[in-house]
């Protein structure tokens, strides 16, 4: 019997260890933006279930995200002065100030934009979305004018500055005799020149034409004055020799 003990040792050694379960993957690190998102949808939820009375987010409207704004306030930590503070519209006040602390403009717009998203993400229609009613948007244009007079900091928005290229400089002017302007003037004079030759060769063709054509029509009278004419030489010539 022991030595059948011994054999049922052997084989429960031999048996192979049971694997040990893998270790579950870390979640995906969530970027800076997601993280804040999720933070602010669940500090919603937190708020709309606290609400008196309860609120359900099907009957969440844009009235009640004003409501949820203005209750931020309380953790606000920007100065928004009265306007009957001595330092009402001074973006850097000298002395402290009994005016109340608010949720800054920005911080608003950034946190209605990151629920808009959260809220179309969860699944719902975004036909229904209280953060993008037209009272919302109302609401935040309202605070930015009211923060931008009472802190002296107007809100534009930044134009992104194009860079401009840098253009090769002009080329120098050329010299008048370069000018497009001025070889056409000296083509059109030489063109002109030309004409005026050629026009003079052919009324000079013309003059001779003519005269042969008159000697021509003459007949033996030109005949016998050229005759003449050439005679008269040899005439001068003989006296001159006697």
């Not at 401009?164 to 497009?180: A, M, N």
Request: charged content about 20%; some cysteine; glycine content about 10%.
């Amino acid at each position: 019997m022991e030595g059948g003990g011994g054999g049922a040792d052997a084989q429960a050694q031999a048996q192979p260890v049971a694997q040990a379960p893998p270790a579950m993957q870390p979640m995906q690190q969530l970027s800076r933006y997601e993280s804040q998102k999720r933070r602010d949808w669940n500090t919603f939820l937190q708020y709309l279930r606290n609400h008196r009375p309860p609120l359900t987010l099907a009957r969440c409207s844009g009235a009640h995200v004003i409501e949820f704004l203005k209750y931020l306030d309380q953790f606000g930590k920007t100065k928004v002065h009265a306007s009957g503070c001595a330092y009402y519209g001074q973006p850097s006040p000298p002395a402290p100030c009994p005016c109340p602390l608010r949720q800054a403009w920005g911080s608003l717009d950034a946190l209605i934009g990151r629920l808009r998203a959260a809220y179309e993400e969860s699944g719902h229609a975004p036909e229904s979305n209280p953060f993008a009613a037209r009272a919302v948007r109302i609401y935040l244009r309202e605070v930015r004018d009211a923060q931008a007079k009472a802190r002296g900091i107007p809100y534009e928005k930044k134009k992104r500055k194009r860079t401009q290229q840098q253009q090769p400089p002009p080329p120098p002017p050329l010299p008048p005799q370069h000018q497009p302007g001025a070889a056409a003037g000296e083509a059109s004079s030489s063109s002109s020149a030309a004409a005026a030759a050629v026009a003079a060769e052919g009324s000079g063709s013309s003059a001779a034409a003519a005269a042969a054509t008159s000697q021509t029509g003459g007949g033996g009278g030109s005949t016998t004055t050229t005759t003449a004419s050439a005679a008269a030489p040899t005439t001068a010539t003989r006296f001159k020799l006697e």
